[in-house]
């Protein structure tokens, strides 16, 4: 099955500083790539998301690019604020089985004022 | 308002002690899935379903049980709940059609077992 690495575990940034996350995934069948952003006492939130079609996309301060050759993708952001202060997932589908997710570990990011 | 509710949002039980999970969705989405998020595991599907009366086994399914009545209800069930079902609980839903389509998730359950 499909199996999602994600890197760092923890990120501390100053705030206005660049924060990027890195994934990579061992299933060369998986299209789909969403980024989910979790923060305290909520459940995970849709951020942005990109398709194996396409090698980068950009939201205002977020940006995911993709290069599937090397079956890896990152999640970019901008002069971060305190707010971006989360804990950050991405997960990769291939469309089976209702669009089944798999998730990676997991990146807490702390952005200090 | 669109949403995802889970019922508890907390709670302690002890080994053995049958309990159910509910999750209820007010957008009509035909897909509906429970996840476990444990430290550094990031998020595990343990059961999954297309529709009403369509369920079927994550990657974790061991120990659950879930059913799929209504289309807004898919509450997760713990016959005997043990300590390594410690854990945070999320339900999600979505359209079950094009692959991309959007999942929403609940606001969690923490579950302790004792």
């Known amino acids: 099955g499909e199996n999602v690495e994600q890197h760092p575990s923890t990120l501390s940034v100053q705030e206005g500083d660049s924060a990027v996350i890195k994934c990579t995934y061992s299933?060369?069948?998986?299209?789909?790539f969403p980024w989910y952003k979790q923060e305290l006492g909520k459940g995970p939130q849709l951020i942005i998301d990109?398709?194996?079609?396409?090698g980068e996309k950009k939201d205002q301060r977020i940006a995911v690019t993709l290069n599937k050759t090397a079956k890896h993708f990152s999640l970019h952001i901008t002069e971060t604020q305190p707010e971006d202060s989360a804990v950050y997932f991405c997960a990769a589908s291939k469309g089976a089985a209702g669009n089944k997710l798999t998730f990676g570990g997991g990146t807490r990011v702390l952005v200090k004022p | 308002e669109a949403q995802v509710t889970q019922n508890p949002r907390y709670l302690i039980t002890v080994t053995g002690k049958k309990l159910t999970v509910t999750c209820s969705q007010n957008?009509?989405?035909?897909?509906m899935s429970w996840y476990r998020q444990d430290p550094g595991l990031g998020l595990r599907q343990i059961y999954y379903?297309?529709?009403?009366?369509?369920?079927d086994k994550g990657d974790v399914p061991e120990g659950y049980k879930v059913s799929r009545k209504e289309k807004r209800n898919f509450p997760l069930i713990l016959e005997s709940p043990s300590p390594n079902q410690t854990s945070l609980y999320f339900c999600a839903s979505g359209l079950a059609g094009a692959i991309g389509d959007t999942q929403y998730f609940g606001p969690g359950t923490r579950l302790t077992v004792l």
């Open positions: 990109i398709r194996s079609n396409v």
């Open positions: 299933d060369s069948a998986s299209n789909y």
């Open positions: 379903s297309m529709n009403v009366e369509v369920t």
């Open positions: 957008m009509n989405h035909e897909y």
